[in-house]
């Protein structure tokens, strides 16, 4: 991890951005962090731990659903079509910044 100054980061935003892509970069301002800078790998990797995160709670939300009685059934069906919008979301996301990319 390396720290700059917002005064650094300013006046060498170049070497910053090229530092970020290696390793995350904190900005502080005033002595304390006021940003951190990280390469877009790091950032497509949290988006994909947070896809399998979400796809992992949908499975067990179906896995409770099958096993559940009829009351139960609809609450669980409720949380399940939260957690495929919010999948959904993610996904739009990721393939809208990945388009914007190319």
Do not use: W
């Amino acid at each position: 991890m390396k720290i700059m100054s917002a005064f650094e980061a300013r006046y060498n935003f170049s070497s910053m951005l090229d530092a970020a892509r290696r390793e995350t970069v904190i900005i502080e301002r005033y002595h304390r962090p006021a940003a951190y800078v990280i390469s877009v790998a790091q950032i497509q990797e949290c988006k994909r731990l947070q896809r399998q995160a979400m796809l992992a709670e949908a499975t067990a939300v179906v896995a409770k659903l099958e096993a559940a009685n009829d009351s139960e059934a609809a609450r669980l069906s409720g949380e399940l079509s939260k957690l495929v919008k919010d999948a959904e979301a993610a996904e739009k996301i990721a393939s809208h910044e990945t388009r914007r990319k190319l």
